[in-house]
């Protein structure tokens, strides 16, 4: 299944043989302290700057009806309010049984620490209007 939006990713996971849980990363974007005044005006632009997770969250895909209701819950969310990116990923189960949110607590955490290294190729990023993007 291609996934052209976020609530594509809720199909499929809700599809899946296994139970799913879903891993959500909340990211805004911040200049670093030591820019260059060009990075700063390209910042200024639009342009540049460094992936800050903000938030995450875990999620079954039952527990989530669509993008907008993500969205919605993330206004709530003081810290969340200025997102730029949700890095989605997902995390199987057995057949029985879904991923409990413990056990997707170290996987958010590896998935924050990949975000903050620049490593996120592993994860779907998605935008504030449930659009994936890609990044250079």
Not at 23 to 50: I, K, N, S
Not at 59 to 66: R, S, T, V, W
Not at 125 to 130: A, C, E, L, T, W
């Amino acid at each position: 299944m291609k996934i052209t939006h976020f609530d594509d990713l809720l199909t499929a996971a809700r599809l899946q043989n296994e139970p799913q849980r879903l891993l959500l990363v909340f990211a805004g974007v911040e200049l670093p302290d030591d820019c260059t005044p060009a990075q700063r005006a390209g910042f200024a632009a639009g342009h540049g700057g460094a992936m800050v997770p903000l938030m995450c969250v875990d999620k079954l895909p039952n527990e989530l009806h669509d993008f907008a209701a993500l969205l919605e819950e993330s206004s709530h969310i003081e810290m969340c309010t200025d997102w730029r990116l949700v890095f989605a990923a997902a995390l199987s189960g057995s057949p029985s049984r879904a991923p409990s949110s413990q056990e997707a607590e170290v996987v958010l955490q590896r998935m924050i620490e990949a975000i903050q290294r620049g490593e996120h190729g592993q994860f779907i990023p998605f935008d504030r209007q449930g659009l994936p993007v890609m990044m250079h």
